[in-house]
């Protein structure tokens, strides 16, 4: 193998190695953050609004109340599916974690 063939593997195999080391770091702190918009009061403020605005928007279409109500409820069991997903995701051997902030 000619030297400049084996410079440019030694080049090569140190991006991908510094582009793994990237990754490795920044998706978890992406999901971290997911997670938290999640379950933050803040969210779980939005996540009420959304549901009320939701069931809200479907009684002045005209759907019946007890379909408003039902509709509304799979609404609110499917953010918090999303929500139990994300809490439970596993990257290799790291589990996210949801922690509670705790306050100062």
Known sequence: ??????????????EVKAILETVSTQIPNLIRGI????????AGTRM??????FYKSLKEA??????????AKDYLGTLTKWS?????????????????KKEE
């Open 84 to 100: 139990d997903l994300l809490k439970n995701m596993r990257f290799g051997e790291k589990r996210t974690e949801v922690r509670e």
């Open 1 to 14: 193998m000619s030297e400049e063939r084996s410079r440019k593997k030694t080049e090569d195999i140190e």
């Open 62 to 71: 005209g759907i019946p109340e007890q379909e408003a109500l039902a509709m």
């Open 48 to 53: 009420g609004k959304a549901v009320a605005e």
């Open 35 to 42: 997670i938290d918009s999640f379950f933050s009061p803040e």
